[in-house]
């Protein structure tokens, strides 16, 4: 099997698995299912995942607790990345964020007890909050760093001038944002601030809602199919998935699957960048560890670039309502 190699989390951070394991799908429910997700979790420890990322508000805490039963023993086997900040519904909609100093401290103390651990290590707002001065709210984690309840800042879906104000604050460690060869927003200002501050980027959605994985119909989108962004509805669907068709035939030729290729190309585009897997069960670990395996020539690097330009994909890669959250 592959071997999980290590990249170090922004200029001076920590080592950290050279793939992250996303954990928002990560649920409570009857005995089995909340047994495999311990077994999944735990399998990904084995196989050298120790970045683990989740959010407060993912399952409004199942995650957190899932995690916290599967690493009873295996603290020091993970890095455990939180998001916060994020309202939510019963039903588990996000209804709007909460970045008040107080309120951060308050997320925080719910996380370490249902996580089971002392001390968080990476820690960020899952979004910037409007209403309250970015400067208060990143304050209030500087604090939790102070008082050994934290160990690095993170921020997410920041730009570049909200990135430059919570460094002024206390440094930070890395920046969790989406990016993919179907989203290549942060290349233009983002990417180049956080590197010229020493921030390493941890990259989520890359797959892009399934646009890269290679197991999506391509014309029109599979009946029932509840696909959060607008660029994977109608016509946008149509035309993305028929650009995704050039990864597909690359993957084809080189003997990976599109999905490998997606992930490779961001590990090719930085080694301060980790990006995240989304693994719902074991035997999906050894499927993202040959990721590790590609290897680009400058050619395919060019023919990607040229396919994928940033503009090729059409569509908001978020509703409306959410993207007045994200970076742009």
Same mark, same amino acid.
């Not at 399998?43 to 959010?55: C, K, V």
């Not at 100093?101 to 996380?111: G, L, V, W």
């Not at 993170?154 to 430059?164: H, I, K, Q, T, Y």
């Given at each position: 099997?592959?071997?999980?190699? =290590?990249?170090?989390?922004?200029?001076?951070?920590?080592?950290?698995?050279?793939?992250?394991?996303?954990?928002?799908?990560?649920?409570?429910?009857?005995?089995?299912?909340?047994?495999?997700?311990?077994? =999944?979790?735990?399998?990904?420890?084995?196989?050298?995942?120790?970045?683990?990322?989740?959010?407060?508000?993912?399952?409004?805490?199942?995650?957190?607790?899932?995690?916290?039963?599967?690493?009873?023993?295996?603290? %020091?086997?993970?890095?455990?990345?939180?998001?916060?900040?994020?309202?939510?519904?019963?039903?588990?909609?996000?209804?709007?964020?909460?970045?008040?100093?107080?309120?951060?401290? #308050?997320?925080?103390?719910?996380?370490?007890?249902?996580?089971?651990?002392?001390?968080?290590?990476?820690?960020?707002?899952?979004?910037?909050?409007?209403?309250?001065?970015?400067?208060?709210?990143?304050?209030?984690? !500087?604090?939790?760093?102070? %008082?050994?309840?934290?160990?690095?800042?993170?921020?997410?879906?920041?730009?570049?001038?909200?990135?430059?104000?919570?460094?002024?604050?206390?440094?930070? =460690?890395?920046?969790?944002?989406?990016?993919?060869?179907?989203?290549?927003?942060?290349?233009?200002?983002?990417?180049?601030?956080?590197?010229?501050?020493?921030? $390493?980027?941890? !990259?989520?959605?890359?797959?892009?809602?399934?646009?890269? $994985?290679? @197991?999506?119909?391509?014309?029109?989108?599979?009946?029932?199919?509840?696909?959060?962004?607008?660029?994977?509805?109608?016509?946008?669907?149509?035309?993305?998935?028929?650009?995704?068709?050039?990864?597909?035939?690359?993957?084809?030729?080189?003997?990976? =699957?599109?999905?490998?290729?997606?992930?490779?190309?961001?590990?090719?585009?930085? %080694?301060?960048?980790?990006?995240?897997?989304?693994?719902?069960?074991? @035997?999906?670990?050894?499927? #993202?560890?040959?990721?590790?395996?590609?290897?680009?020539?400058?050619?395919?690097?060019?023919?990607? %670039?040229? !396919?994928?330009?940033?503009?090729?994909?059409?569509?908001?890669?978020?509703?409306?309502?959410?993207?007045?959250?994200?970076?742009?």
């Amino acid at each position: 099997m592959t071997e999980m190699t =290590t990249r170090t989390l922004g200029k001076n951070g920590p080592a950290v698995s050279a793939l992250g394991m996303g954990c928002m799908a990560f649920r409570m429910g009857d005995d089995d299912r909340e047994k495999q997700a311990v077994k =999944t979790i735990q399998s990904a420890l084995d196989s050298g995942f120790s970045f683990l990322d989740t959010g407060d508000f993912y399952g409004s805490g199942q995650s957190e607790m899932l995690l916290g039963r599967a690493l009873r023993g295996r603290r %020091d086997d993970a890095f455990l990345s939180v998001k916060c900040g994020a309202q939510v519904d019963p039903n588990g909609r996000i209804i709007g964020l909460d970045g008040r100093p107080n309120s951060i401290k #308050n997320f925080a103390a719910y996380s370490l007890k249902r996580l089971g651990v002392d001390v968080i290590d990476l820690y960020q707002p899952g979004r910037a909050d409007p209403d309250v001065p970015y400067e208060e709210t990143i304050g209030a984690i !500087a604090d939790l760093i102070k %008082d050994g309840k934290v160990r690095y800042l993170g921020v997410s879906e920041v730009g570049a001038d909200l990135l430059r104000r919570a460094h002024a604050v206390h440094p930070v =460690t890395a920046l969790e944002i989406e990016y993919s060869l179907a989203s290549r927003f942060i290349e233009r200002e983002i990417l180049p601030t956080a590197r010229e501050l020493g921030i $390493g980027v941890v !990259a989520y959605r890359i797959l892009a809602e399934g646009m890269l $994985g290679g @197991s999506l119909p391509q014309g029109q989108p599979p009946a029932g199919s509840s696909f959060l962004a607008p660029r994977m509805h109608g016509e946008h669907y149509t035309r993305n998935m028929a650009t995704a068709q050039v990864l597909d035939a690359m993957a084809t030729s080189k003997g990976f =699957t599109p999905a490998q290729l997606a992930m490779a190309w961001v590990l090719s585009r930085g %080694d301060d960048i980790v990006p995240l897997a989304g693994i719902s069960r074991p @035997s999906r670990i050894i499927d #993202n560890l040959n990721a590790l395996e590609v290897r680009f020539t400058p050619e395919e690097l060019s023919q990607l %670039d040229r !396919a994928f330009a940033p503009d090729a994909i059409v569509g908001l890669r978020y509703p409306e309502f959410v993207l007045k959250w994200a970076a742009q």
